[in-house]
């Protein structure tokens, strides 16, 4: 049996959905599942079990799992309730790092970009603990990815026992079907997706920083596809452990992405720029890129979609069909 946490949610129940396809019936999902559809999101699954957060700990316990892979977190960037995000982010995870160790099961868990803060300090995975004490996260979230990810690299330092396999994933900016309940945290394309069918201008950010023209911020933009398939080569091979960035390696702009739902759906462009709300000023980023040479050293070979060929399978397969589910 294989564990899934935050399993109805957006990269979990993609996670599941390609597990399923591969022939695994055998997928406990672990989710609050709440009142916003999550639900959906798992519609069309074969489950073995759906487990409350809460009792988890009691539901591992006599276990025998093949892998747990732990997407489940409070990942808003505006969350400001600091005990909820910890006790969520961080212990919980720390439970189940010690759960997977004492018990030889292979701990697959998701980090975040948000953890190199502005980029100052650039964007490799690096995973010894000086590299990660030199990063500084802007929000909460990222700090709590953070601080678990310099535990487990504590840990690995001082030699102590750990899981026969265990990997952090620190995801760039994925988008792609299943991220309909994350309201104001779905990728800007899903959000205005609806707008963009219906001929409405769209409207992105200005820029406040010197030298970036309006809605030329960019990003890392993943497909959540190419993000899965880290995740299932992951479980293939067990000889590989440690830290490291899911992204294209190539930064695009909003407008660029903007632009690629516009082609895909063969209408003229309508974008305008409004000024970003001064909450949000003194902590947005303005670039992120992944490296990924050390994930192609680990022997990952599977490659990335382009921008706008992932955007033109997300309009068409989901965005732009009464189905919008994987």
């Known amino acids: 049996m294989l564990l899934v946490t935050g399993g109805a949610g957006f990269i979990g129940s993609n996670v599941v959905a390609a597990l399923n396809d591969a022939g695994r019936a055998d997928v406990a999902v672990c989710d609050f599942l709440g009142h916003d559809g999550k639900w959906q999101n798992l519609a069309k699954r074969q489950l073995a079990d759906v487990v409350p957060p809460a009792e988890l700990m009691g539901w591992l316990q006599g276990r025998r799992l093949d892998a747990v892979i732990h997407m489940g977190a409070i990942s808003a960037t505006t969350a400001t309730d600091g005990d909820l995000v910890i006790e969520t982010n961080f212990r919980l995870s720390m439970r189940l790092l010690d759960w997977c160790t004492d018990n030889g099961v292979p701990f ?5 970009a948000a953890t190199y803060g502005d980029g100052e300090q650039g964007f490799r995975d690096a995973d010894t603990v000086p590299a990660l004490k030199l990063l500084r996260p802007m929000n909460l979230y990222g700090w709590s990815k953070h601080l678990f990810d310099l535990a487990v690299a504590e840990r690995v330092a001082r030699g102590e026992r750990m899981p026969p396999q265990w990997v952090g994933l620190k995801f760039f900016n994925v988008f792609g079907p299943n991220e309909y309940h994350k309201g104001g945290m779905m990728s800007v394309l899903t959000r205005r997706f609806d707008d963009i069918k219906a001929g409405r201008d769209i409207q992105l950010f200005k820029s406040h920083c010197e030298g970036i023209a309006d809605g030329d911020q960019r990003r ?5 596809e190419d993000v899965v398939r880290v995740i299932t080569w992951l479980l293939a091979s067990r000889q590989v452990s440690g830290i490291y960035n899911v992204g294209t390696g190539i930064a695009r702009s909003f407008k660029d992405l903007m632009l690629a739902a516009y082609a895909a759906l063969g209408i ?8 970003m709300p001064e ?5 947005y980023q303005y670039f992120t890129q992944s490296e990924g040479a050390r994930l192609q050293a680990a022997g990952y070979n599977g490659g ?6 992932a955007v033109a399978h997300y309009v ?3 965005l732009d ?3 919008r589910f994987r």
């Not at 697959?108 to 975040?112: D, L, M, Q, R």
């Not at 890392?220 to 959540?224: A, E, H």
Request: charged residues 25%.
């Open 279 to 283: 909450q949000i000023r003194g902590s």
């Open 316 to 318: 068409k397969s989901h």
């Open 268 to 275: 003229a462009p309508k974008i305008s720029y409004i000024d």
């Open 304 to 309: 990335f979609t382009p921008l706008e060929d």
């Open 108 to 112: 697959i868990y998701a980090s975040s």
């Open 321 to 323: 069909q009464a189905d």
């Open 220 to 224: 890392d933009f993943i497909y959540v």
